[in-house]
């Protein structure tokens, strides 16, 4: 019964596409490609921002370490 339900689903989602593109025509094109792009900038913006997220709860876990130079004298080593 599920999968009815879904096969009824998109059958009326193919239809109400099918009528949008009967209706828009020439600008359909550009109204897909303006939903394409939008859903790929947020998509991309919100993995950034968990990157972001990730490396600084990386960074605040587990410091790096310190290195502590000593230099002789005149600078050489």
């Given at each position: 019964m599920?999968?009815?339900?879904?096969?009824v689903?998109f059958?009326?989602?193919?239809?109400?596409?099918?009528?949008?593109?009967?209706?828009l025509?020439?600008?359909?094109?550009?109204?897909?490609?303006?939903?394409?792009?939008?859903?790929m900038i947020?998509?991309v913006?919100?993995?950034?921002g968990?990157?972001?997220?990730a490396?600084?709860?990386?960074?605040?876990q587990?410091?790096?370490?310190?290195?502590?130079?000593?230099?002789?004298?005149g600078?050489?080593e």
């Amino acid at each position: 019964m599920r999968s009815f339900l879904y096969f009824v689903l998109f059958l009326v989602i193919a239809i109400l596409v099918t009528v949008l593109t009967a209706i828009l025509g020439d600008q359909g094109a550009w109204y897909f490609a303006w939903l394409v792009g939008t859903t790929m900038i947020v998509l991309v913006s919100a993995a950034g921002g968990a990157m972001l997220d990730a490396n600084e709860e990386n960074a605040a876990q587990n410091p790096p370490p310190v290195e502590h130079r000593h230099s002789g004298a005149g600078g050489a080593e």
